[in-house]
């Protein structure tokens, strides 16, 4: 207990040796009273410590999509984030009659508002309070590794279900600098929650994957939902205020939000697994699925739209991590932890290797089964939640796995009404037969033998494929909403094959999950002296990982020189998107933009006098990642001027290492939001609820 107080003491020392102008750190709301000189000296003119205030102006407008960010913009409940960010639930609401994703959609009435897809919530951060001392105190250090993992659950568990007992919100318990620091955060939970706007496809995703991670980038990526509660739109207490003004090179930005994950303290050997084994072999099973879904949809729209959300999922990720992966070798990430590890003393290290040799002995089995159970087939993911949740039933609540709760059941339940609207039998008999195949390569000790058992018994992959699809009734929405309330022996006498591949397969799931029980206990166990030396010999200057809580990041609208002789300008423009516009897809522009575009009448009260046009997207030095996705992007006055929406190419790996010179964020800007709005869909509606005016005739 006594390192572990020196090491929080240490992390509240203040950091000012960090080179906070570029735009390096992930920040904590509460940690911007340490560096607020630093970020007025950014440009910031309002007082950087209402930034802390997590139900102030502006901090209590930005909210949490699950996976996005973003932002309350109106007293009514309006709610602004990603273009990819409502795509699901544009999908959710599309038919080959209807299609929403080609044309977009646009409510011109409270009333002509659509649901938002299944399970679909809005969660607003309210408190954010230190429990380190419940979660870390007085724990034996003789006590296994297991039983130190079955402790702090315990203790998250009971934490949570303290925070929540009162109703109404949503707790979570997240560990900060390796486990050294717990916080506990409090979230209002809004689940009514209804599709506003969304441009078409061409705008929404211009470029598509040609231009995705690229700059120039001519994206508008942007969409709006709506909460409600009891029937009624719901009133945010704080809304972002809409800047007219717009941003042009050199102006301070800040972002909030809540970025996913990101790897900057993974050890060498931890570094060292991404390179050689998890970023190329994903990138293999992502290309195979995104080749296989696309095939099936190819001749036929129904299927393509069913598809849809899971290929740009795919393709994402496979651009994502292609990026990464080049990075490694391009930006010498390995060679980075080496370094920076030739500095630790040695026993800060050994242990941890150990353990990682250990844990990633069954690397291949492990990524094949996550991908098999929920990440690229479907079906036997649910047929795995659903005799997972009758198993974890029979348990006292406090006891049961982390997402089987009974708080979690609705989540399970919602998330299998979503699959529904994605299922399609050829797609998921091809994933199918992918991953089995696969799976029959995997090493002799890594076999999944009860697999392996059931394919020799059907007499091949393909007759076992068929036998599991023609006997089961988990690909019907209302037989999985049935079984999710059913106990283990109703759900084994159902016989149904594929709750039998689930069963089958549960001891491997089981003995999986001890073993990962282990490998978080001896990690809580050892990373905070890591944590501890890495402070060390890095003079105090650190920020946590991100870890999907609420973070701050602020910069400059500021260009970057990808290669020798190129200068990327910061800005992008409409004329830009005419540039590019080839009348095909990705970059097939829909008819009204063009016809705009060309009307000096429609265009002129948007040009930004600096560009002498209207500005389309633009970059920042701000440092963000995936699930920045949708966060408001704030001007000096805290004023809305844009959404962040992706990373240049060069930035992807910054997951693992920030470059300075290159790693930027891309944001729309809100100048084209409105311009779009105004001039090509007849948003009016919705750009006086912002508080503008419509400026064309």
């Avoid at 099973?285 to 999922?313: C, H, M, P, Q, W």
Wanted: aromatic share 8%; with cysteine.
């Amino acid at each position: 207990m006594k390192k572990l107080s020196l090491v929080l003491a240490l992390f509240a020392l203040p950091l000012v040796a960090l080179p906070l102008l570029a735009g390096e750190g992930m920040w904590m709301p509460q940690q911007i009273p340490q560096i607020a000189e630093q970020v007025k000296q950014a440009g910031i003119q309002i007082d950087p410590n209402r930034l802390a205030d997590l139900t102030g102006d502006p901090m209590g407008a930005v909210i949490s999509l699950g996976g996005c960010t973003a932002s309350f913009v109106s007293p009514d409940g309006l709610i602004v984030s990603n273009h990819h960010c409502v795509f699901g639930s544009v999908q959710a609401n599309s038919t080959p009659q209807r299609d929403l994703i080609t044309n977009g959609f646009l409510a011109k009435t409270r009333e002509e508002e659509l649901p938002a897809a299944p399970g679909q919530k809005v969660w607003v951060t309210t408190n954010i309070e230190d429990v380190t001392a419940q979660m870390n105190g007085v724990l034996n250090a003789k006590m296994t590794d297991v039983a130190r993992a079955n402790a702090l659950d315990a203790r998250n568990k009971a934490l949570v279900a303290e925070c929540e007992k009162p109703g109404g919100v949503r707790c979570t318990v997240s560990s900060f600098f390796e486990g050294a620091q717990y916080l506990r955060l409090t979230q209002s939970e809004l689940s009514d929650i209804r599709l506003v706007y969304a441009p078409p496809r061409a705008v929404g995703e211009y470029g598509g994957e040609v231009d995705n991670f690229e700059w120039p980038r001519h994206t508008g990526d942007w969409g709006f939902y709506r909460a409600y509660v009891n029937g009624q739109p719901y009133h945010p207490k704080h809304w972002l205020k809409l800047s007219t003004a717009g941003v042009n090179e050199g102006d301070f930005v800040l972002v909030a939000g809540y970025p996913g994950r990101t790897f900057r303290y993974k050890t060498a050997d931890e570094t060292r697994n991404y390179k050689e084994f998890t970023y190329p072999q994903s990138i293999r099973y992502f290309t195979e699925s995104i080749n296989l879904l696309e095939a099936a949809g190819k001749n036929d729209k129904d299927v393509a739209i069913k598809n849809a959300a899971r290929v740009k999922s795919f393709l994402n990720s496979l651009k994502n991590y292609t990026s990464v992966n080049e990075g490694f070798t391009k930006d010498k990430i390995l060679e980075s932890r080496l370094a920076r590890e030739a500095k630790l003393p040695a026993a800060a290290l050994s242990d941890i290797a150990k353990v990682n040799a250990e844990h990633f002995s069954t690397r291949e089995r492990d990524l094949l089964l996550e991908f098999l159970l929920g990440r690229g087939a479907q079906i036997p993911g649910q047929a795995r939640s659903i005799v997972m949740t009758a198993n974890e039933r029979t348990k006292k609540d406090a006891e049961r796995l982390a997402g089987y709760q009974e708080r979690d059941w609705d989540r399970l339940k919602q998330a299998s009404d979503r699959v529904q609207r994605s299922y399609n039998a050829p797609s998921e008999r091809a994933l199918l037969r992918y991953f089995f195949n696969e799976a029959a390569k995997l090493p002799s000790h890594e076999r999944i033998t009860a697999l392996d058992e059931m394919i020799a018994k059907a007499g091949s992959v393909d007759a076992l494929i068929d036998q599991l699809l023609a006997n089961t009734k988990v690909t019907d929405a209302a037989e999985r909403a049935k079984m999710y309330a059913e106990t283990t022996a109703q759900l084994k006498a159902r016989n149904d094959a594929m709750l039998n591949f689930a069963f089958a397969l549960l001891p491997l799931v089981q003995e999986n999950e001890t073993r990962e029980t282990a490998y978080r206990g001896a990690m809580a166990r050892l990373r905070p002296g890591y944590f501890e030396a890495l402070q060390k010999v890095n003079g105090g200057t650190l920020y946590p990982d991100a870890n999907s809580t609420l973070r701050i990041t602020f910069g400059t609208v500021k260009g970057y020189s990808p290669k020798d002789a190129t200068w990327f300008t910061p800005q992008t423009t409409l004329t830009g998107i005419l540039q590019k516009e080839t009348g095909e897809e990705p970059f097939a522009s829909p008819k009204a933009l063009l016809g705009a575009a060309a009307d000096p009448a429609k265009t002129k009260p948007y040009i930004d006098p600096e560009l002498g046009d209207v500005p389309v997207n633009f970059l920042s030095t701000c440092d963000t990642t995936g699930g920045n996705s949708g966060s408001p992007t704030l001007n000096a006055k805290g004023e809305l001027v844009g959404l962040l929406f992706d990373g240049n190419y060069e930035s992807i790996d910054a997951d693992f290492l920030f470059t300075e010179s290159i790693t930027r964020s891309i944001h729309v800007d809100a100048q084209y939001m409105l311009w779009v709005m105004d001039a090509v869909d007849g948003a009016d509606n919705l750009i006086r609820e912002l508080g503008a005016t419509p400026k064309v005739p």
